[in-house]
């Protein structure tokens, strides 16, 4: 049991142990029993958990050393192959929590607990060129990279995984190509986002997995919006009407959203908002809370956009409280800069700097790119409002800049707002120093943009 017990890294439940360090003759009885002479002679401890939750620990030291002796014993790769599996069934057993508030923050503890074992895991996985049960655990935790700010450790886990399993491989690799695709559209990847989809895409079109192929759908015509928004609608109605095929009420909700973005790009505000509604109304029958985030987020745009300031701070009301229990810090930066637009509408640029300012820091320190750039464009938008016009130019400058290196165009409504704020400016600047400030702000790179954007005073 203690040689076994060193494959484990951090801390590890009683469950785990048992699945993964028992014997085939052993009962459970036996191995806590010998869990107990462990910690009775101190050769394992027990840290004290915030959720309550009784783990276990070796110290490092010790671990080596009982490592050292689980190489010598033979069962060394036997152990491991059993960690690995285990782990990776916890990855799927957590992706399929979907619902409820209460299931996944006790996932999100969980996970949080058992990320160096998770770690760990894939890395022997990799070793071994077991890529497919290294994917699995990858791919399961796509939503817990994504809550908790593991983006980048999330994509590369993902390319390590897909980079060794073949391009055939079946539904594992299509489905960590689909989660892969939208979290590089997430990051503003959006090149490599579209062919990670597309050819998710064709993979689960060759195994004929619908279910598989109506999420890559979703997911393609989610990120085609901002580019394409009258194909994005032909692949979502798609994508829609095999979900609806299939019963699949979450799906059918989440690819509702994607085409309540399409129409607001083609700026079809009121379809937009019919869509979101009733998006919003299926989400909360079966508290996704995760969704209905989302969707409050988009209905909140959608309004400020016609105009109906109430019914907007509501949604980003409701949003706040679900992304603060979520502790999704993304979310709330979302819900900020949403309603720093909101108090530009209503001609108060100075708490719509405020709000912009925090939603900036928040996503640049995340390093999602394209939400940096809207918060820095509603800078901008206040600090026209505020005439400091040299400013707004520079910054508006600046995110055309950066959006046409990483080819990131904007949604309409925030397109129109920025031609509405841009000609405003050009109207009031002088043509020579407007002329002099773009060039400017054409030279900024992000994070020039960032520090520029939040400073105040000159």
Known sequence: MFQRLSVFSGSWTVEAAFAVCSAEDQGQLEVLDGLQMLVDNNLLRSPEEASGETR????????????????????GEAIHHRHAQYYASLAEQAEKEKFGSAPQHAWRIRLEAELDNLRAAMDWALEKSQYACELRIATGLWRFWWTHGYWHEGIHWLELGLAGSEPSAGAVRAKALTRMGWMLNKLGDASRSIASLQEGVALWRQIDDQAGLALALSNLGGVLVSYDSAKAITILEEALKIRRGLSDQPGVYATMMNLGNAFNQQGQTNRAIELFTESLKQARAVNDDYSMGVTLINLGDSYTSNGSYEPAEECFAE???????????????????GRGRIALKRGDPVRALDLLSEACGIVFEMDIVGQTLVAIEGIAFAAQKLDDLVKATRLLSACDSIRNQINLSRIQIHQADCEAYLKSIRASLDESAFTTAWAEGSRMTLDQAVAYAVRRGA
Do not use: C, P, T
Request: charged share 35%; glycine share 6%.
């Open 56 to 75: 276990l620990q070796m110290l490092e030291s010790i671990r080596e050393f009982a490592h050292d002796h689980l190489a010598e014993s033979g069962e």
């Open 319 to 337: 949003a706040e409280r679900i992304y603060q229990n979520l502790a999704d810090r993304a979310g709330l930066a979302e819900i900020k800069r």
